[in-house]
């Protein structure tokens, strides 16, 4: 079950992020609503005189509907975490598919945050867009629900209201599946659903009283507090994120170097460039962070004490990590025209640290010869990384391409006065990928 902290958190996110995003988004369909059933029910009467006592009732069943809704959506969402989590060890807290669920939302979680703390930002997640045919869906039912005459009608509306897709609310379901529980995710997004309370009920003086910039700060300033969420998700998950963040670091840093080279063959992944290359600075002092604070418990002095091929392991991942710190301080557009040439130089250091980072896994990993004992499995790891390195660096160049006669589809980069090997892991894609 989640924590009150958790909960509170989840209830505030709902609560100033339905300032400007519900009221912009769900406010005009539940005036519409709300109108079709006042010129429905007094048709008789003076239009302008509605009674406040009848459309509170209606919002009152209307957003009890959504919050249902949310309730219900949420422990289905649980419990299918719960089933994946469940037998044996993998429904341990230490487990790695548990661990790999809170880390994978801590992610998702931190990168919702930051489009809704700074829009446009980072771009948006293909895999997570509202699926069109069910919001078409849901909303044709809904827009034939509205025309019966029943009290019960605003509540089958806000049942069905809770189902429509919407970016803001995966922010409460992805939390709700990282809870492992049905109980959990219901008590989840049943918080959530209570932040958004306020405001849509009252959203008549909501948007009479706060103009859209306060509402908007609002709205950011949930985005923010989404983040601390999914830093707390990833923090929680203990002695193993070193390892998680370290092969995410890896991973990121690899996909960022062969974005562009591949970007004829895969133009998406050339959108998430930049945010794959911060992305792998940001695991990789994720990465440094635990280590000092879960293996060392903060004592430099440890280090001492390893045996010789693990702190020369240490010091190869400490000068991949500076090697990366350039790239990270410099990846904005206007860097880049500041810097001129020199900025591409210093994007070249990320091939080093690749490297580096690498070695520095394959000498310290707990997978890798970093091991006490040297199974066949830990050798395994070993040939996969160097193979996964070897390809990398096979992408960048153009020799690997033409080898294989596919000179055409090989995307040289943009300058020409450096060699087609230059680093652009954090460079800024087209211009659409920063919208």
Known sequence: ?????????????????????????????????????????????????????????????????????????????????????????????GSVLRRSISMAMGVLLIWFGFTQARPGFLPALPFVTPAKALHERVSKTMAQVSGQQSVLTPLVLGLLWGLIPCGFLYTGQLRAVATGSWAGGLSVMAAFGLGTLPAMVGMGMVTAVLSQD?????????????????VLLLVRTGDTMSDYSGHGAIFCLMAALIARPVSRLWPALLRYRRVLGVGAFA??????LHMFSHTWKWKWQAVQFMLPAHQ????????????????????????????????????????????????????????????????????????????????????????????????????????????????????????????
Request: aromatic share 8%.
């Open 283 to 288: 695991l990789s002092s994720l990465h440094i």
């Open 312 to 435: 020369f392991g240490v010091v190869m991942g400490a000068i991949a990590f500076f090697l990366m710190l350039p790239a990270a301080l410099t990846s904005f557009d206007r860097a880049q025209r500041n810097l001129g040439a020199r900025w591409r130089k210093l994007h070249l250091l990320s091939v080093p640290a690749m490297v580096l980072a690498a070695v520095h896994t394959v000498i310290t990993g707990s997978h890798y010869w970093g091991a006490l004992a040297r199974t066949w499995q830990n050798q395994a790891s070993v040939i996969s990384l160097a193979i996964a390195v070897s390809t990398v660096l096979g992408l960048r160049s153009a020799h690997t391409w033409a080898l294989f006669s596919q000179q055409q589809n090989y995307a040289i980069p943009k300058s020409n006065t450096l060699s087609s090997s230059g680093s652009d892991c954090c460079q800024p894609g087209p211009s659409n990928a920063q919208h």
């Open 214 to 230: 306060r509402r908007s700060q609002l709205f950011r300033l949930g985005g923010w507090i989404t983040i601390v969420i999914g």
């Open 1 to 93: 079950m989640p924590s009150f902290l958790d909960l509170w958190l989840t209830a505030a996110i709902g609560f100033l992020g339905s300032f400007g995003h519900c009221v912009g988004m769900c406010g005009p369909l539940s005036a519409a609503f709300a109108l079709s059933m006042s010129s429905s029910n007094q048709a008789a009467e003076d239009k302008e005189k509605a009674r406040w006592q009848t459309q509170l009732m209606f919002h009152l069943l209307l957003n009890l509907g959504r919050l249902l809704s949310y309730a219900l959506v949420g422990a289905a969402i649980g419990a299918i975490g719960s089933v994946l989590l469940a037998g044996g060890q993998m429904a341990g807290v």
